[in-house]
């Protein structure tokens, strides 16, 4: 009896947990649902609120635009190591470039 009431305890605790990062996950979409973020001038921190852009990816970003002195095209961000064209296909709808020069284009 105990071994089952053990079973079940688990198996609600995993459940729940399954629950919960799901809600978090929907929450960081729905963060930016509508919204992008300048990848030129947009701090690592900002590039975090992105769903799936971990704070290394986002680092490395920032370091990759202050290399090339920014980005021309938002293709590039698959030059940035970590990123693949896997993610950069999930993600590119979050990005845009906009530069004071107005060289750059989206």
């Known amino acids: 009896m ?12 995993i459940l729940l947990l399954l629950i919960i990062l799901c809600a978090t ?3 960081a979409e ?3 649902m509508g919204k992008t973020v ?3 001038t947009a701090t690592a921190e900002e590039l975090t609120q992105v769903p799936m852009i971990t704070p290394e990816l986002a ?11 920014g980005f021309q095209l938002i293709e590039e961000l698959i030059l940035v190591e970590g990123f693949d ?3 950069f296909l999930r993600v ?10 107005g060289e750059c284009t989206d």
């Open 38 to 40: 300048n990848i030129n």
């Open 59 to 69: 680092q490395a970003v920032v370091a990759y635009r202050e290399e090339v002195a």
């Open 25 to 27: 996950m929907v929450t």
């Open 2 to 13: 105990g071994n089952q009431v053990s079973k079940v305890s688990l198996r609600i605790g």
């Open 85 to 87: 064209q896997k993610l």
């Open 92 to 101: 590119q709808s979050f990005f845009l470039i906009e530069c004071a020069t």
């Open 30 to 32: 729905e963060k930016l």
